[in-house]
């Protein structure tokens, strides 16, 4: 069975539900396919204790504002239900347990495989996030079975792990947090590879957003120089290995290897391990897209999310445009622009058929081409 829409969004989260309602506004035949069985799925598998980095004054999506104190910072389950609201407030079309098999051209614009169903789209934008599949290092597998490992993806509170030393590697933003959490209740070894920059959360009085705002800084485009050295750093907010000495997490260089319920450390040191929190982040997988639009390394070849395959973007990612552009509050930018450039190709797809139309009507027999009609234009000065 198939369906045919103009617009195919790929992943519910606030990607897409941001370009959901520049689409519905444009009120385009479209659907949010979204993989996983709740609304939100990707935020639901956060830790509990989660908390954004970003008041609430700067985490809208386009056209409600996010409730609560402004300059409050919302935890993980205010912005699950925030974007449930938001989905539902505004009607938008998501429908759940849809996972996407695969993309690919057809008949001048795409099909769209999933399990038991398929659509015929017109235009489809990919706005599956940056949380996509969690990654592990290789050298995970050299634990132990009594070692407690965890993905900071299936961590959820400290209940979940057993007595003794606890290992979190990573010096994100993520594994600052749960170390964090976690060094209340038992002995934290906090291990750092690259070197993160440390900013506070407030600074004399005022939120560090708006101080980056106001100098321009969120919205420094990817192929500025300032963008070009610092897109591939994590900056720190709220956190600090100061901070963190104070809180008694214990800091390590990198993990370089494991071995039973060791960790071997790139200073030659070895930390015993009752549980290993994995913070590594993610790594993007676009393998459902069977179509030309990557770099010899598997990048998205884009700018600002449009590709060389007409009415074929991404949405959501990191740096797509500017800084902001995979965080809750900023992504509305990155998807105002793409709900305008669907536009564009759907008033020139329209205009062609038309003109299909017209010339196919003259043809008939008995109808002959309009007499040439004088110009309106007015002749130049």
Same mark, same amino acid.
């Given at each position: 069975?198939?369906?045919?829409?103009?617009?195919?969004?790929?992943?519910?989260?606030?990607?897409?539900?941001?370009?959901?309602?520049?689409?519905?506004?444009?009120?385009?035949?479209?659907?949010?396919?979204?993989?996983?069985?709740?609304?939100?799925?990707?935020?639901?598998?956060?830790?509990?204790?989660?908390? !954004?980095?970003?008041?609430? %004054?700067?985490?809208? $999506? =386009?056209? @409600?504002?996010?409730?609560? /104190?402004?300059?409050? &910072?919302? +935890?993980?389950?205010?912005?699950?239900?925030?974007?449930?609201?938001?989905?539902?407030?505004?009607?938008?079309?998501?429908?759940?347990?849809?996972?996407?098999?695969?993309?690919?051209?057809?008949?001048?614009?795409?099909?769209?495989?999933?399990?038991?169903?398929?659509?015929?789209?017109?235009?489809?934008?990919?706005?599956?996030?940056?949380?996509?599949?969690?990654?592990?290092?290789?050298?995970?597998?050299?634990?132990?079975?009594?070692?407690?490992?965890?993905?900071?993806?299936?961590?959820?509170?400290?209940?979940?792990?057993?007595?003794?030393?606890?290992?979190?590697?990573?010096?994100?933003?993520?594994?600052?947090?749960?170390?964090?959490?976690?060094?209340?209740?038992?002995?934290?070894? !906090?291990?750092?590879?690259? %070197?993160?920059?440390? $900013? =506070?959360? @407030?600074?004399?009085?005022? /939120?560090?957003?708006? &101080?980056? +705002?106001?100098?321009?800084?969120?919205?420094?485009?990817?192929?500025?120089?300032?963008?070009?050295?610092?897109?591939?750093?994590?900056?720190?907010?709220?956190?600090?290995?100061?901070?963190?000495?104070?809180?008694?997490?214990?800091?390590?260089?990198?993990?370089?290897?494991?071995?039973?319920?060791?960790?071997?450390?790139?200073?030659?040191?070895?930390?015993?391990?009752?549980?290993?929190?994995?913070?590594?982040?993610?790594?993007?997988?676009?393998?459902?897209?069977?179509?030309?639009?990557?770099?010899?390394?598997?990048?998205?070849?884009?700018?600002?999310?449009?590709?060389?395959?007409?009415?074929?973007?991404?949405?959501?990612?990191?740096?797509?445009?500017?800084?902001?552009?995979?965080? !809750?509050?900023?992504?509305?930018?990155?998807?105002?622009?793409?709900?305008?450039?669907?536009?564009?190709?759907?008033?020139?797809?329209?205009?062609?058929?038309?003109?299909?139309?017209?010339?196919?009507?003259?043809?008939?027999?008995?109808?002959?081409?309009?007499?040439?009609?004088?110009?309106?234009?007015?002749?130049?000065?």
């Amino acid at each position: 069975m198939s369906d045919h829409l103009e617009v195919v969004v790929i992943g519910g989260g606030q990607a897409g539900l941001a370009l959901g309602y520049f689409l519905a506004r444009q009120h385009r035949r479209f659907t949010i396919l979204e993989a996983g069985g709740r609304p939100a799925a990707a935020w639901r598998e956060r830790w509990d204790s989660l908390r !954004l980095f970003t008041p609430v %004054r700067r985490d809208s $999506l =386009p056209g @409600r504002a996010f409730p609560g /104190d402004p300059d409050s &910072y919302p +935890d993980r389950d205010e912005v699950v239900t925030y974007l449930e609201d938001y989905a539902r407030h505004f009607e938008l079309p998501v429908e759940l347990d849809s996972r996407v098999l695969a993309v690919r051209g057809a008949d001048g614009g795409f099909e769209v495989e999933l399990a038991d169903h398929r659509y015929l789209a017109e235009q489809v934008v990919v706005a599956t996030g940056p949380w996509q599949v969690p990654f592990t290092p290789p050298s995970a597998s050299g634990l132990a079975p009594q070692v407690t490992q965890l993905h900071s993806t299936e961590y959820r509170r400290p209940a979940q792990l057993p007595d003794g030393p606890v290992v979190v590697v990573g010096g994100g933003n993520t594994g600052y947090q749960i170390a964090e959490e976690l060094v209340r209740s038992r002995e934290v070894h !906090l291990a750092i590879g690259a %070197r993160q920059t440390p $900013l =506070p959360q @407030r600074f004399l009085g005022r /939120d560090v957003f708006d &101080y980056l +705002d106001r100098m321009g800084l969120m919205r420094k485009t990817v192929d500025s120089r300032l963008a070009q050295r610092f897109k591939d750093r994590e900056t720190l907010i709220g956190s600090s290995p100061r901070g963190a000495r104070k809180q008694g997490i214990q800091r390590r260089k990198r993990v370089t290897g494991a071995q039973g319920t060791r960790l071997t450390i790139a200073d030659g040191s070895q930390q015993q391990a009752s549980a290993v929190i994995w913070a590594t982040g993610f790594r993007l997988d676009h393998s459902l897209v069977q179509l030309p639009v990557f770099d010899s390394d598997g990048r998205v070849e884009h700018r600002r999310g449009v590709t060389a395959i007409p009415g074929l973007y991404f949405l959501g990612l990191p740096w797509l445009h500017t800084r902001g552009s995979a965080l !809750l509050g900023w992504v509305k930018d990155d998807a105002e622009y793409l709900a305008d450039r669907i536009a564009e190709r759907a008033a020139m797809s329209n205009g062609a058929a038309d003109a299909r139309t017209a010339t196919a009507f003259e043809l008939r027999p008995g109808h002959s081409a309009p007499a040439e009609q004088p110009s309106r234009t007015p002749p130049a000065p």
